[in-house]
Nanobody
Framework: QVQLVESGGGLVQAGGSLRLSCAGSGRTFSRYAMGWFRQAPGKEREFVATINWSGATTHYANSVRRRFTISRDNAKNTLYLQMNSLRPEDTALYYC????????????????WGQGTQVTVSS
């Protein structure tokens, strides 16, 4: 079993940056792909980024490509999301997820989820 706790969210002005972290527990942390998803008020949860078990391969939603960077440190059991050039439309509750066998873009690809961290971008 894997438990995930996100942190690093907050309020930032448009154009600013934030770095989200997702601390995981469990011996299988490094064996599976992980991902970030987000959910804005009144909208469905959507895919943001995913990374394979080693960190060598990544994939992004078109809306965040070249602005966000996903990475992981398996020695620390931690997943990261560096978010630059933030826009008001990036405002959402951000979730990390664990358990995909390969890069996962669907919620059903994952077995475990964190509780989320709020990101609010003001214009």
């Amino acid at each position: 079993q894997v438990q995930l706790v996100e942190s690093g969210g907050g309020l930032v002005q448009a154009g600013g940056s934030l770095r989200l972290s997702c601390a995981g527990s469990g011996r299988t942390f490094s064996r599976y792909a992980m991902g970030w998803f987000r959910q804005a008020p009144g909208k469905e949860r959507e895919f943001v980024a995913t990374i394979n078990w080693s960190g060598a391969t990544t994939h992004y939603a078109n809306s965040v490509r070249r602005r966000f960077t996903i990475s992981r440190d398996n020695a620390k059991n931690t997943l990261y999301l560096q978010m630059n050039s933030l826009r008001p439309e990036d405002t959402a509750l951000y979730y990390c997820a664990h358990g995909a066998r390969e890069l996962g873009v669907r919620q059903s690809d994952y077995d475990y989820w964190g509780q989320g961290t709020q990101v609010t971008v003001s214009s």
